[in-house]
Every structure is written in C-alpha cells, then in structure tokens.
C-alpha cells in the first residue's frame, strides 16, 4: 500500500527527494525513517494528515523538508545537504492517528524502503 521511490547514489553537498505513494485508504500522520548498515531504523521526519505539524529529528532539521499532497496520495522528503552520514534505507510509513508520530510502533503501515547513497 505504500511505494517509495527516488533513492539513488549522490555526492556530498547534493539533493535528492523521495516520494512514497499511499494506496488503498486514506492515511493521517505520514512518516520517513531510515535505516543504516548495522543501525536501529530511526525517525526522520513526519506530517500530519493536514500538513499542519511537522516533525524533524534533530540530525536532519533545517536540511530536509517533508510534504504531502493528499490529491495524489503523496508524501515527499526533499532532502539537501547530504553527507555520507545520510547512507540508508529510506522508509516511508503510515499510521492513523491524528497527531505526529516519531515511533515506530506508532506506524501501522511501511513501504518497501529506497536506498540513498551520499558518496565522499
């Protein structure tokens, strides 16, 4: 129900977004988190359904973006700035309460992962 896409291998400095298309129903608070090599899968930012709130994790606040558009079934992370640090499986998840989610166990849906590579 959730298809992520955009992922790729980029230089430090550069920018990258991600989309995830949410299928099937209608979703509230809609998230990314990401995973690195033999790391915990950590949050990185969400958005209520209204895309009134918005959440960042500290590592990337003021660097990434995130964005809904609820017409297309859309969440998006625009994301500069990258360093090698950024490296991981983006994944987009979905839950249903109303307010901004940052845990995981708050999710009840995630795709399928994206993975970004930030080359030195």
């Known amino acids: 129900q959730l298809q992520a896409c955009g992922g790729g291998l980029v230089q430090v400095g550069d920018s990258l977004r991600l989309s995830c298309a949410a299928s099937?129903?209608?979703?509230?608070?809609l998230g990314w988190f990401r995973q690195a090599p033999g790391k915990e899968r950590e949050f990185v930012a969400c958005i209520t359904q209204t895309g009134g709130t918005t959440v960042y994790a500290d590592s990337v606040k003021g660097r990434f973006t995130i964005s809904r558009d609820n017409a297309k079934s859309t969440v998006y992370l625009q994301m500069s700035s990258l360093n090698p640090e950024d490296t991981a499986v983006y994944y987009c998840?979905?839950?249903?309460?109303?307010?901004?989610?940052?845990?995981?166990?708050?999710?009840?849906?995630w795709g399928q992962g994206t993975l970004v590579t930030v080359s030195s």
């Open positions: 099937g129903r209608t979703f509230s608070t």
């Open positions: 998840a979905a839950g249903q309460g109303s307010y901004a989610a940052t845990r995981r166990y708050e999710y009840d849906f």
